[in-house]
């Protein structure tokens, strides 16, 4: 039978099936979070969910250009001043952090809608569109390539290669949407999760569009609307994130080359879409006293945090990060010559850092800072079905690769596809590589898991097994490295502040017992917890009725007639 031109009606639902799929089983963390006390982990003071929150409130009082900008301040930064002297070291009326979260949040206050389950739900359907997106490239690319074939597809019966194409699609969507760690992060209301989204748009995109372009050359010449709502979306995404920018860009330009005609006019389209967000931006900087493209002040202090000298590539801030903030000044660009400036008898260690980093990108352990991946999984038992790093990395790494070789993904393609690679491993290269900021790379190497799928189904059906032997080793040993080489940075999946923060929810909203159940299994099994000296007084301090030390907002914490209480010996 030769192979027919357009896909079956049961490829074209891929991606439907993909969204349907991922909301069921979501869904079902969604509701297992909901109805357990870890639900309310904002109410901990020490994250920056806690800090979104407060300052979405903040905005949604009235102070919608967020003068006075909104500042957070934890226990931390206490050693090294009170706020005021924090003050300093920022911008003047400079956002925080990227602006589009937290104003998010606020909109969600002001409709009077329940905050943490809204936004929440919102982060659901989000992962759901962006696995739908990921199939949908997936399947489109593979369509592609049988479409514009060799000798050897002549001989393929069209039916089975449609299931190849949508079996392609679907593996990649579902890696995607659900993937342990991201379904964990969406948990919170924190950008990272929706940065993972964005980012998954952007990346399928302009490959969807592209691999169409043979099905409809006449309308690829045409107009560029979606080349402007691509630039909207990518001007949104550096709002969220700014760090998204380069693959806001990337994306547009691949997106405008899909034909030559007409290239122009979608680019200059799709640049228009782009500018919106950031001419807002612009506007409200401008009107504050701020340089116009100013996203946010953490630059500085996460570049001297991350990489000062003395920095061992944990989430604990280096002895030099008092001083080189406090002669920077907030200057982003003062930060980084004093980081390097403070490495000038010891040109290699900065370097050795970075590779410490980078070794940790790619390696299995889910390095813990708001949140503890493995304390929420040990406790939610739904997240131990999902599939973790080593599951991902090794096999979407080498189908990236083999669609390279193969040309089911083009060089340009490639270079989108290592953008959005690039974006998280800079990130945590330039601060840590903690889980939240790794997740961004889940969207490329979720698609190189689809294509390595279809790449191997048609060298096999092509009679060149070998090459699927061959695949298939190099997929072994890269998930093996990451599964088993160790980390370079101290691995301990137990945190008494997880304990204490956990005891004092469940104390609240279930019972005295359950809280002090809480604090026994630390004792029990954190044994290998760095700051177990400090676990220990703590958790003493908690059995005998002590909350204030827990920084736990007041709302989250029992009244002292519903505290459980040790016996006294």
Known sequence: MPFRDEPTR???????LVFVAVLAVRSLTFAALEASPLSEWHLWMETDEWGYVDWSAHLASGNWLDVPAWRSYFSWQEPYGPPASWDRLYQKNAYFAGPLYPYTLALIRVAGLPLLPTIRLLQLLLACAAAAAIAAAAQALAWRFLRRGNEAHAEWEAGASSLTCGLAGLVAGLFYGLYGPLVFQ??????????????????????????????????????????????????????????????????????SKRSPVGAKRRFALGALGLAIPLMALAARNIAVGVPPLTFDTRQAIGLAWGNG????????????????????????????????????????????????KAMTFFLFYEVPDNSNWYFFRDRLPVFKTLPVFPCLVGVGIVGLLAALKRGVLRKDEGWLAAVAIATPLAACLLVQTTARYRIGVVPPLALGVGLLVFSSFEEWRAQRRARVVLLSLAVLIASALSALLPSPIPTSRHRFADAVVGATLAERLESPEAGAAEIRRYLAEGREDPAREVGEKAAELWLLGERSFTRVAPEGIAPPGRRYVAPRR
């Open 10 to 16: 049961l490829s074209r639902l891929v991606p439907a």
């Open 186 to 255: 969406d948990g919170f209301a924190y950008r990272d999760g929706p940065v993972a989204h964005v980012s998954a748009l952007l990346l399928a995109w302009p490959l969807i569009g592209i691999a169409r372009e043979s099905e409809h050359e006449e309308d690829a010449s045409k107009g560029g609307t979606g080349a402007f709502f691509l630039g909207l979306l990518g001007g949104l995404a550096a709002l969220l994130k700014q760090t998204l920018l380069p693959l806001a860009l990337v994306s547009v330009l691949l997106l």
């Open 309 to 356: 000298r003395g920095a061992d590539a944990t989430t604990a801030p280096p002895p030099t990060m008092e001083a080189i903030l406090d002669e920077a000044r907030g200057s982003t660009s003062k930060t980084a010559w004093l980081v390097l400036k403070g490495y000038a008898d010891a040109p290699l260690s900065l370097p050795a850092l970075w590779g410490k």
